[in-house]
């Protein structure tokens, strides 16, 4: 088992950022590839970004492409997502999950083996 909890959410002004968290623990987090996914009331969960377990592959959506960075620390057991130039629509809760198997995380995430419970991320116009 895995369990994941999401940090660093909370209210910004637009072309703000934020660095969210995830904490890992419970089994070997650099054996696993991460992702951090989002969503609206009403809306489907969003892939965001994933990164490898070893942190040398990445994918980002298009929509947070170029203003975000996804890393990890595998000494820490800890995901990162670092938001730049925010915008009202990145509004959401994130969600990171885990999981072994690439195409899952980055093509199947609702058999993501593990997910946190979210963080909000609020941004105003």
């Known amino acids: 088992q895995v369990q994941l909890v999401e940090s660093g959410g909370g209210l910004v002004q637009a072309g703000g950022s934020l660095r969210l968290s995830c904490a890992a623990s419970?089994?070997?987090?650099?054996?696993?590839?991460m992702g951090w996914f989002r969503q609206t009331p009403g809306k489907e969960r969003e892939f965001v970004a994933a990164?490898?377990?070893?942190?040398?592959?990445?994918d980002y959506a298009n929509s947070v492409k170029g203003r975000s960075t996804i890393s990890r620390d595998n000494a820490k057991n800890t995901l990162y997502l670092q938001l730049n130039t925010l915008k009202p629509e990145d509004t959401a809760v994130y969600f990171c999950?885990?999981?072994?198997?690439?195409?899952?995380?980055?093509?199947?995430?609702?058999?993501?083996?593990?997910w946190g419970q979210g963080t909000q991320v609020t941004v105003s116009s």
């Open positions: 419970g089994r070997t987090f650099s054996n696993l590839h």
């Open positions: 990164i490898s377990w070893s942190g040398d592959t990445t």
């Open positions: 999950a885990a999981d072994t198997r690439w195409f899952v995380i980055t093509r199947v995430p609702e058999a993501c083996a593990y």
